[in-house]
């Protein structure tokens, strides 16, 4: 085993703090990444802080890893020494089922290897995240970085990145839809620039008037805030398609009711408990509400790669190591413009 320094948390209600932990010797088909930066999801929130059930602890968070590979096993044919690496939300699958047989990896039947907070294939093995030093990973589940700057702004894409390009892509977002992106966070401010990308008129809908100037910077052709209800009513049946990324409890029925006959919520938000909708929300106007959960490794590659050809990045706030707990704060406020990311350079050894 390999000794990994690290930040996580020894029970829910623990600050982050360092811990050193260990990770399996490089295999022959693994990569070993040294970390240079981490993205901080406020799924890093949820789970450190056991809102969607118990976590395995300690936990070390973060799934929106970038670094370069230092040592490649004898059978890897992908990368080498040098290449600029990514990890996303998972690490391995089953492998076998129609799922990963298809590139949807994350719905595999018997459950994807979360990048922490879970375990690897024995079973008994817990997976820790990218708020540490190294990640050892099979070469499969790793993705190619085809980028030569703002490398901060792309550990994000590995998370926020492929969890809003995956169901924009899905639903078909093009030139003559009416988009709305209902959060202005992490993934919401993905989402903008993913739906104006692909050509939609894009209506960002926040609780934040802050938040005005930087949504129309970042692609969106309205800003409409939430909060006033007289905004709202002026906006019935006018979406094809909203994408729902909020991390709180709300209700839904306001804004399903902004949809279009056939339109669409496309949820990715986790609120750690029920939202709340009235089927006449959806009946009324054959509606739907559809999920979705982040990529397959094949997709999340060509969201990389297209966000390297169109100059795509991640906006984001680059922090040290020991500020994250501060960072989780300002999150929860929706305080943050539009993604923390920590320099791995700030973790002491
Ligand atoms: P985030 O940065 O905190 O953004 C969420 C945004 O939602 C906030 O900035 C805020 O934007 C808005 N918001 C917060 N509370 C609200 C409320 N009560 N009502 C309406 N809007 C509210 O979080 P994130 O990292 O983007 O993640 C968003 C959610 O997606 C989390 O639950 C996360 O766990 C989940 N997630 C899901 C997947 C997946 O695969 N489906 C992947 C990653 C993350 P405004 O200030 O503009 O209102
Ligand atoms: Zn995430
Ligand atoms: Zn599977």
Avoid at 253 to 275: A, R, S, T
Wanted: proline share 4%.
């Amino acid at each position: 085993m390999i000794k990994v320094n690290g930040f996580g948390a020894n029970s829910k209600e623990d600050q982050l703090h360092a811990l050193e932990f260990q990770r399996r010797e490089v295999g022959p088909s693994d990569v070993k990444i040294d970390i240079l930066y981490c993205g901080v999801c406020h799924s890093d929130i949820h789970m450190a802080r056991s809102e969607w059930g118990p976590a395995i602890y300690p936990i070390v968070p973060g799934h929106e890893i970038i670094g370069r590979v230092t040592e490649v096993g004898n059978a890897v044919t992908k990368f080498k020494v040098g290449d600029l690496a990514g990890v996303g939300v998972f690490v391995d699958s089953c492998r076998k089922c129609k799922s990963c047989t298809s590139g949807l990896e994350q719905y595999c039947d018997e459950g994807m290897t979360p990048t922490y907070n879970g375990y690897y294939r024995d079973g008994m093995t817990p997976t820790f995240g990218g708020y540490s030093s190294t990640y050892i990973i099979d070469e499969g589940y790793t993705l190619h970085l085809p980028f030569t700057k703002n490398l901060e702004g792309v550990a994000p894409l590995l998370c926020a990145g492929i969890t809003t390009y995956s169901p924009l892509k899905y639903a078909g977002v093009s030139k003559g839809h009416k988009v709305a992106v209902l959060g202005l966070g992490g993934l919401g401010h993905m989402a903008v620039k993913f739906a104006a990308s692909f050509g939609a008129e894009v209506t960002m809908l926040s609780t934040s008037p802050s938040k005005e100037a930087d949504a129309k910077r970042l692609g969106a052709h309205h800003f409409v805030l939430t909060t006033d209800k007289n905004q709202l009513k002026g906006l019935k049946m006018q979406f094809d398609f909203i994408l729902n990324t909020v991390a709180a409890v709300h209700d839904m029925n306001q804004y399903l009711d902004l949809l279009k006959v056939d339109g669409k919520m496309l949820v990715v938000g986790i609120p750690p408990e029920d939202n709340r909708f009235n089927a006449a929300s959806i009946i009324s106007k054959r509606r739907s509400i559809v999920g979705s959960m982040i990529g397959g490794i094949k997709e999340t590659q060509e969201m990389l790669d297209y966000c390297a050809a169109n100059d795509i990045y991640s906006d984001v706030e680059v922090i040290p190591m020991d500020y994250i707990n501060t960072a989780y704060e300002r999150v929860i406020k929706s305080d943050v413009k539009y993604r923390f990311v920590i320099d791995m350079k700030t973790l002491k050894a």
